[in-house]
């Protein structure tokens, strides 16, 4: 298993600009695919961005272009850099991590919240 911290979440107005962070630690952990997943009130939580060893990337149609998730394994850190925030993206924000093999994602983090307020 793979321990997962994230931080960065708080209030934002609509508009701005929020890093969320994800440390990782564990065995082999450098070696996991990473994803952050986000819990809006009432709906179900989704996966919006998901990071390779080698740095490919996936998106959420909905944050597309809008959100970056990289990572640095020297540092044991991936982040989700989210620009132009809309209320539409307050939830619940989640760290998760599968190994390459694995289609669900056993590992995940306490969570942090994101309020964006129009």
């Known amino acids: 298993q793979v321990q997962l911290t994230e931080s960065g979440g708080g209030p934002v107005q609509a508009g701005g600009s929020l890093t969320l962070s994800c440390v990782f630690d564990g065995f082999i952990a450098d070696t996991k695919i990473y994803a952050w997943f986000r819990q809006a009130p009432g709906k179900e939580r989704e996966r919006i961005a998901e990071i390779t060893v080698p740095g490919g990337t996936t998106y959420a149609d909905s944050v597309k272009g809008r959100f970056r998730i990289t990572r640095d394994n020297r540092k044991k850190i991936v982040n989700l850099q989210m620009n132009s925030l809309q209320p539409e993206d307050t939830g619940m924000y989640y760290c998760?991590?599968?190994?390459?093999?694995?289609?669900?994602?056993?590992?995940w983090g306490q969570g942090t919240q994101v309020t964006v307020s129009s």
């Open positions: 998760a991590a599968r190994r390459y093999d694995e289609v669900e994602y056993p590992s």
